[in-house]
């Protein structure tokens, strides 16, 4: 399933309006749990480093995407190691 996200988000660059959106709420949306585990060793977060940024970037226009990053970003900040929210923000 994380291939599948990871994909999707190379794919992201060729949307436009409507389908970008709803690619980036997705994306947005995928839980922690499958992008880090302390017990297995992946971090996979650093990869959502640039779906936030063009969450953001939309949300100069739609504050629904841009609130929508905010969240996550206050739920990875909380359930996170500091050293890996530090290379987020």
Do not use: H
């Not at 690619?23 to 302390?38: E, F, G, T």
């Not at 504050?63 to 500091?82: D, H, K, S, V, Y």
Request: proline residues 3%; aromatic residues 8%.
């Amino acid at each position: 399933m994380l291939s599948y996200f990871k994909d999707l988000i190379g794919k992201s660059e060729e949307y436009q309006d409507e389908l970008l959106m709803s690619c980036i709420d997705l994306l947005l949306q995928v839980p922690l749990a499958l992008l880090y585990s302390k017990d297995i060793g992946t971090d996979n977060v650093e990869l959502w480093k640039g779906v936030m940024l063009k969450a953001l970037e939309l949300g100069l226009t739609d504050n629904t995407i841009a609130m929508t990053c905010i969240n996550m970003l206050e739920q990875w900040f909380n359930r996170l190691p500091p050293n890996t929210t530090v290379k987020l923000y």
